[in-house]
């Protein structure tokens, strides 16, 4: 078992849909990440968190530690969301990352 | 937000070359930047972690003196990969860590290719 799972591993969604990706995880984290990548490679971070929720336009993040579980969503999702979109959970003393397998949107208009 | 430079973005080279891979913090400073490897259709795996001033931690399973990391300054961290083989092809991508925003920052990543 990974120590940071996503779920689903593939998502197609219409236009216009609310998406959510799942994140769940084992280690004790000081933070959790949510990156963004796209077809061909560069990588860009979407969110930290600690703790409760976070917002950015269309974009949302939410962590309950208790569960160790996280959630992204997006509100009226376009295609140019189409992404690989993934988790990693770390931090600490050493602010090492353990990366999820990363779930891959595919947005249709 | 911060930013995460890496150069070249692109590289191709000969069996047996040695390529070297820079990442730099543009407008922070970085004592700890991280090496990452990612393999088609995989996540990211670390390889190291860059301290400046002192040397690389490895992960277990990376040849260090393959994979050798210089982060003298506080900007900038290298990576350079020796007698590059095929195998070695891959997307290697570095993050820095800045203290002042306590998060890691991402750079766009170098796709190299071992011909």
């Known amino acids: 078992k990974n120590e940071v799972e996503q779920s689903p591993q593939n998502l197609t969604a219409q236009e216009g849909e609310f998406i959510t990706i799942n994140c769940s995880y084992s280690?004790?984290?000081?933070?959790l990440h949510w990156l963004q990548q796209h077809p061909g490679g560069g990588i860009v971070s979407l969110f930290m968190?600690?703790?409760g929720k976070k917002k950015h336009g269309r974009l949302i993040a939410t962590i309950n530690i208790q569960e160790k579980h996280s959630s992204l969503h997006i509100t009226a999702s376009h295609p140019r969301d189409s992404a690989v979109y993934i988790c990693?959970?770390?931090?600490?003393?050493?602010?090492?990352?353990?990366f999820g397998t990363g779930t891959l949107l595919a947005v249709q208009p | 937000g911060a930013v995460v430079s890496q150069h070249p973005s692109r590289v191709i080279c000969k069996s047996g070359t040695s390529v070297k891979i820079e990442c730099r913090s543009l407008?922070?400073?970085?004592?700890?930047m991280f090496w990452y490897r990612q393999f088609p259709k995989q996540s990211l795996m670390l390889m190291a972690t860059?301290?400046?001033?002192?040397?690389?931690?490895?992960e277990q399973g990376v040849e260090k003196d393959k994979f050798l990391i210089n982060h003298a300054s506080l900007t900038l961290s290298t990576l350079t990969v020796t007698s590059a083989h095929p195998e070695d092809s891959s997307f290697y991508i570095c993050?820095?860590?800045?203290?002042?925003?306590?998060?890691?920052?991402f750079g766009p990543g170098t796709r190299l290719t071992v011909l």
């Open positions: 407008d922070f400073q970085a004592t700890t």
């Open positions: 990693a959970a770390g931090g600490g003393a050493t602010n090492k990352l353990i």
């Open positions: 280690v004790g984290i000081s933070a």
């Open positions: 860059s301290n400046e001033g002192s040397k690389a931690t490895y």
């Open positions: 993050s820095a860590f800045s203290d002042q925003y306590n998060e890691q920052f």
């Open positions: 968190l600690s703790s």
